[in-house]
């Protein structure tokens, strides 16, 4: 996978082994694509082999939803691995963009880890990404 390219959801290599819901975008319509929903505290998918080249990134976009709003972290090569980025997305039902920098981008090949480590009071803590790109 190149990091700079959209990185969809439904191409992960691991997720974590509770709290985690992979689906359709729309049921009605398969073909428009995946979401992953990180449901909870500790809750993770992770991408092997990001190539993210030798060019210095600075940022990373992610197509996100949260009905409470909620944050995800990008971690490298493992769940507790140095923080690439930390994604805030606000509470909305419908589909965001949302713009964050990155600290200290790696160069060439590594696995990434999207990490969600929020416990609201409610079921509604969810955070729901349909991709993810570095820039």
């Keep these: 996978m190149n990091a700079t390219s959209q990185i ?10 509770t709290g985690v819901t992979v689906s359709f975008l729309d049921a009605s319509n398969t073909f428009a694509g995946w979401k992953i929903a990180l449901n909870g505290k ?4 992770q991408f092997d082999r990001v190539d993210f080249g030798q060019d210095e990134l600075k940022a990373v976009n992610a197509r996100c939803l949260s009905a409470t709003g909620g944050t995800v972290e990008i971690h490298l090569d493992k769940v507790d691995g140095p923080l690439l980025a930390r994604i805030t997305a606000g509470a909305d039902l419908s589909w965001q963009m949302v713009h964050a920098l990155v600290a200290n981008a790696p160069k060439g090949l590594h ?3 999207v990490t969600h480590d929020e416990d609201n009071d409610v079921a509604l803590d969810w955070i729901r990404l349909d991709w993810i790109r570095f820039e």
């Design 8 to 17: 969809q959801i439904d191409r992960y290599s691991a997720i974590s082994p």
């Design 42 to 45: 500790n809750t993770w998918v």
């Design 111 to 113: 696995d990434i880890v």
